[in-house]
């Protein structure tokens, strides 16, 4: 690529190959975000109803601003990270389905309940799917790019 371009991969700030320790750093905040995350987003869908379901957006842009500090940016992380806070919706969504659902006292019964909350609970999915999804993109624009700065050139 040429070293006037300014739209090239080198100066993009993105790291194309992912080193082992970024990787398992974001594992392993993915796996702290699903713990800790899933509970304490779980706890605030269950205080605030639907309204807490903004915390998995906070979830991701707290992960994504840790793992900015951690890591050097690339893809595999933000995938990674990104998946995680999906799957803390999940996890978020199971412990409100275990604390409100009538035989729902184990965490396997829990999860096998999970599609029959998205079938009666059809808006407040809908509501956490939205901010999930602003939590995956906050924490993958935060680890696995960075912005760039375009050089503008007087012609």
């Known amino acids: 690529m040429s070293d006037d371009n300014p739209f090239a991969a080198s100066q993009s700030g993105v790291s194309v190959r992912a080193t082992g320790v970024d990787v398992g750093i974001s594992v392993g905040l993915a796996l702290a975000m699903l713990a800790a995350g899933g509970y304490l987003c779980g706890w605030a869908i269950e205080e605030f109803g639907s309204?807490?379901?903004?915390?998995?957006?906070?979830?991701?842009?707290?992960?994504?601003?840790?793992?900015?500090?951690?890591?050097?940016?690339?893809?595999?992380?933000?995938?990674?990270?990104?998946?995680?806070?999906?799957?803390?919706?999940?996890?978020?969504?199971?412990?409100?389905?275990?604390?409100n659902y009538v035989g729902a006292e184990d965490w396997?019964?829990?999860?096998?309940?999970?599609?029959?909350?998205?079938?009666?609970?059809?808006?407040?999915?809908?509501?956490?799917?939205?901010?999930?999804?602003?939590?995956?993109?906050?924490?993958?624009?935060?680890?696995?790019?960075r912005y760039r700065y375009i050089q503008v050139v007087d012609a």
Do not use: C
């Open 51 to 99: 309204f807490g379901a903004i915390s998995l957006w906070a979830t991701g842009a707290i992960a994504g601003f840790v793992a900015a500090k951690l890591i050097k940016p690339n893809k595999v992380a933000g995938y990674v990270l990104a998946s995680g806070v999906v799957i803390t919706f999940v996890v978020a969504e199971v412990y409100w389905i275990h604390w």
């Open 108 to 145: 396997p019964t829990a999860v096998g309940m999970f599609p029959r909350f998205l079938r009666e609970f059809k808006t407040d999915a809908l509501i956490g799917g939205l901010f999930t999804f602003f939590g995956a993109a906050s924490v993958y624009r935060q680890a696995g790019q």
